[in-house]
């Protein structure tokens, strides 16, 4: 079965030598070199832009703001801009999510 998977080789020892040889050569392990972070240009990020409308005041004044996320999904946008709105306002509203233009 060793000469199927290894075939023969002249480092074989016969049967009534007690003293055994590997019929592989020795491998040493060279440590890698860790290559440079390649940096890839993105030519086109798909963005949704989301309209707010925030205020600190219950039935106050409220202000529009619009919050760019970097995603496909309207409801992970939503989500996203309603976090960064509610850090600094109360009151969050999404108005609209829409693709962005340019």
């Not at 998977?5 to 440590?31: C, M």
Request: hydrophobic letters at 40%; one cysteine or more; glycine letters at 4%.
């Amino acid at each position: 079965m060793r000469w199927a998977l290894f075939g023969v080789s002249e480092s074989v020892v016969s049967a009534g030598n007690k003293q055994r040889t590997h019929p592989w050569p020795q491998i040493s392990t060279v440590p890698s070199v860790k290559s440079a972070k390649q940096i890839t240009s993105k030519a086109f990020t798909s963005k949704l832009r989301v309209k707010l409308r925030v205020g600190n005041e219950f039935e106050g004044k409220m202000y529009e703001i619009v919050h760019d996320a970097d995603t496909l999904s309207s409801l992970v946008a939503e989500q996203e801009a309603a976090k960064a709105a509610r850090k600094k306002y109360r009151f969050v509203e999404v108005i609209s999510v829409r693709p962005c233009s340019g």
